[in-house]
């Protein structure tokens, strides 16, 4: 028998928009929840699926794990933060020019 897949929320961990999806199956009993990326909608949580809706602190450990090897961080807090993080325009050249949300400030830009 077929199973029930429904998103039930998004989630923006460090830069990164994330999904959350709910998958129900019949006969079973509980759900199992799994992280899809924003962007591209691959399934972040193959064969790792949450058994209930996971906390932030899961959803970074998640995408730590599936980090492209790029490694942008925070030009200020050093947080890792997602390769479409915004960028200052006013800064030092060669500097690191990725900004979090959180330290972003319209005068960067
Ligand atoms: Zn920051």
Redesign the pocket.
């Known amino acids: 028998m077929a199973h029930t897949e429904e998103i039930i929320g998004g989630h923006v961990v460090g830069g990164w928009p994330v999904a959350v999806r709910i998958t129900t199956r019949p006969g079973v009993d509980g759900a199992s929840y799994d992280l899809i990326d924003g962007d591209t909608l691959d399934l972040l949580t193959e064969g790792e699926s949450f058994d209930a809706y996971p906390t932030e602190q899961q959803m970074r450990v998640i995408l730590d794990e599936h980090d492209d090897g790029e490694a942008i961080c925070?030009?200020?807090?050093?947080?890792r933060?997602h390769r479409n993080a915004r960028r200052a325009g006013v800064i030092e050249t060669g500097t690191n020019p990725y900004?979090?949300?959180?330290?972003?400030d319209e005068r960067l830009r």
């Open positions: 925070c030009r200020f807090c050093q947080n933060i900004c979090c949300d959180d330290c972003w």
